[in-house]
């Protein structure tokens, strides 16, 4: 028998302000991306140009861990192990923590499905495909002719916007709808992705700004619904 008087835990945010959040950080992010991109080719041409030494380079490859598909994959299933009121969605299971969490991992990889629509209807040449010294102007990325030579990677014409940005901005979206006390900490981990796909030169700062926008706007639309009510605790104490 559950104990009455179990202690409750904080939950979500209110959906519709919390929504109303996100979309008002991705306004924000896209004004910052558009402001970026006269920034983008001094930032481009430095980071390339600087490869940051030994230890340092190799812990700021590890900061792409949030937003890479496969690592934040690993975060969500941590959180569904170590949170016993979120339960993973199976068939003939469709409880309000199988729909709460199903909101979590729709949230994390909407926006990174999004971008790369755009990717497909916009060419811009990622930093490391460049030739970044005949470029006169950031619109001259947008198009394959400030390509460095011939490429047989056609990534190398998807660097606009980020689809790391946007996964880890969705990822931090909703782990922050389920915990909002770690709103900085996520964050954070967000903020240290975008900049380690700019310090790679995998990316412009405004591909950056612009993958993180779209990633909190399909985080966005994934976290509605009701707000959950019960706690880890009250559905684990027993007397």
Same mark, same amino acid.
């Given at each position: 028998?559950?104990?009455?008087?179990?202690?409750?835990?904080?939950?979500? %945010?209110?959906?519709?302000?919390?929504?109303?959040?996100?979309?008002?950080?991705?306004?924000?992010?896209?004004?910052?991306?558009?402001?970026?991109?006269?920034?983008?080719?001094?930032?481009?041409?430095?980071?390339?140009?600087?490869?940051?030494?030994?230890?340092?380079?190799?812990?700021?490859?590890?900061?792409?861990?949030?937003?890479?598909?496969?690592?934040?994959?690993?975060?969500?299933?941590?959180?569904?192990?170590?949170?016993?009121?979120?339960?993973?969605?199976?068939?003939?299971?469709?409880?309000?923590?199988?729909?709460?969490?199903?909101?979590?991992?729709?949230?994390?990889?909407?926006?990174? %499905?999004?971008?790369?629509?755009?990717?497909?209807?916009?060419?811009?040449?990622? &930093?490391?495909?460049?030739?970044?010294?005949?470029?006169?102007?950031?619109?001259?990325?947008?198009?394959?002719?400030?390509?460095?030579?011939? @490429?047989?990677?056609?990534?190398?014409?998807?660097?606009?916007?980020?689809?790391?940005?946007?996964?880890?901005?969705?990822?931090?979206?909703?782990?922050?709808?389920?915990?909002?006390?770690?709103?900085?900490?996520?964050?954070?981990?967000?903020?240290?992705?975008?900049?380690?796909?700019?310090?790679?030169?995998?990316?412009? &700062?405004?591909?950056?700004?612009?993958?993180?926008?779209?990633?909190?706007?399909?985080?966005?639309?994934?976290?509605?619904?009701?707000?959950?009510?019960?706690?880890? %605790?009250?559905?684990? @104490?027993?007397?």
């Amino acid at each position: 028998m559950r104990s009455s008087s179990s202690p409750s835990v904080r939950g979500p %945010l209110p959906i519709g302000g919390f929504q109303v959040s996100l979309v008002a950080t991705a306004m924000i992010l896209m004004v910052v991306g558009g402001a970026a991109f006269v920034v983008d080719l001094p930032v481009a041409s430095w980071c390339k140009a600087h490869r940051l030494p030994g230890e340092l380079g190799r812990l700021v490859n590890l900061l792409e861990i949030s937003g890479h598909s496969l690592g934040a994959a690993v975060v969500l299933i941590a959180v569904v192990v170590l949170d016993r009121w979120l339960r993973m969605p199976l068939p003939g299971r469709w409880g309000e923590g199988e729909r709460a969490f199903s909101r979590m991992i729709a949230a994390t990889y909407a926006g990174g %499905l999004i971008t790369d629509i755009i990717k497909m209807c916009v060419e811009r040449v990622r &930093p490391r495909a460049a030739d970044l010294a005949s470029v006169g102007s950031w619109l001259g990325t947008f198009g394959p002719a400030s390509l460095g030579g011939p @490429s047989s990677h056609h990534a190398d014409v998807m660097s606009f916007p980020s689809g790391h940005s946007a996964v880890a901005a969705g990822l931090a979206a909703a782990l922050a709808w389920r915990y909002p006390h770690g709103v900085p900490l996520f964050a954070m981990l967000a903020l240290a992705t975008a900049l380690q796909r700019v310090t790679t030169s995998a990316h412009y &700062p405004s591909d950056a700004a612009f993958g993180a926008a779209v990633g909190l706007i399909g985080a966005a639309l994934c976290l509605g619904g009701p707000r959950p009510r019960h706690s880890p %605790l009250a559905d684990s @104490s027993a007397s």
